[in-house]
């Protein structure tokens, strides 16, 4: 079964400095990688999604990559701001049909002004 | 833009007794899942369903968990005799192509 792992489990930033987000995963055979963002309470707003056949998508000051055969995943969030402050997932899509995704326990990020 | 949506955002019940949540997916995505996810743990698979039957379920789905898709806009999950571990928020999800999109949830508590 596929087990997603995300570290750190919290990080605390200071205003307008870059970080990094990783997840790792332990099954290489993924059809698709997501990456979400979560505010307490709320739903899940999709950020990137990277296929397998791809390195690294970028949205804004967001970019994800995807290195399948170490099995794992970084979003870099440039120039952060304290509007980014949420509980950042990664979820692992399964090969075949359905696409299921497995979900890390998520970064949560606190951005301070 | 399209979005899913979920209905209701907060539903408490009774143990024992039976819910539906109902979800309506953007309307030209083909597959549809539920997840749900405890206070303080991940979000977990629960089923997904296309062409009107599922397609995969988890170990979690079991016999008191049933869905429906009862008309061409509704998705429901039903749990007939909810339990004090029910307690969870209930994610809808639809995809057309491969990425997921979520609607905001039903926090589903039991006492």
């Known amino acids: 079964k596929q087990e997603v792992t995300q570290i750190p489990a919290a990080l605390s930033v200071p205003e307008g400095e870059n970080l990094v987000l990783n997840c790792s995963f332990t099954d290489s055979a993924i059809y698709n990688l997501q990456w979400f963002r979560q505010d307490p309470g709320k739903g899940l707003t999709s950020l990137l999604l990277?296929?397998?056949?791809?390195r690294e998508q970028t949205s804004g000051r967001l970019n994800a990559s995807l290195d399948k055969s170490s099995g794992r995943s970084t979003l870099y969030i440039a120039a952060s701001q304290p509007g980014d402050s949420a509980t950042y997932l990664c979820a692992v899509g399964r090969s075949g049909t359905g696409n299921q995704f497995y979900f890390g326990t998520g970064t949560s990020l606190t951005v301070i002004p | 833009e399209p979005e899913v949506t979920q209905t209701p955002s907060h539903q408490v019940t009774q143990m024992g007794q039976e819910v539906i949540l109902r979800c309506v997916p953007i309307?030209?995505?083909?597959?549809f899942y539920w997840y749900r996810q405890i206070l303080g743990q991940k979000v977990e698979f629960l089923v997904s369903f296309y062409n009107n039957e599922i397609s995969e379920k988890s170990e979690i789905f079991d016999d008191q968990f049933s869905v429906e898709r009862p008309d061409g806009s509704n998705f429901t999950l039903k749990i007939r005799s909810t339990k004090l571990e029910d307690s969870a928020m209930y994610f809808c999800a639809s995809i057309r192509g491969v990425e997921q999109y979520f609607g905001p949830g039903t926090r589903l508590t039991v006492t």
């Open positions: 309307s030209n995505h083909l597959y």
């Open positions: 990277i296929q397998s056949s791809q």
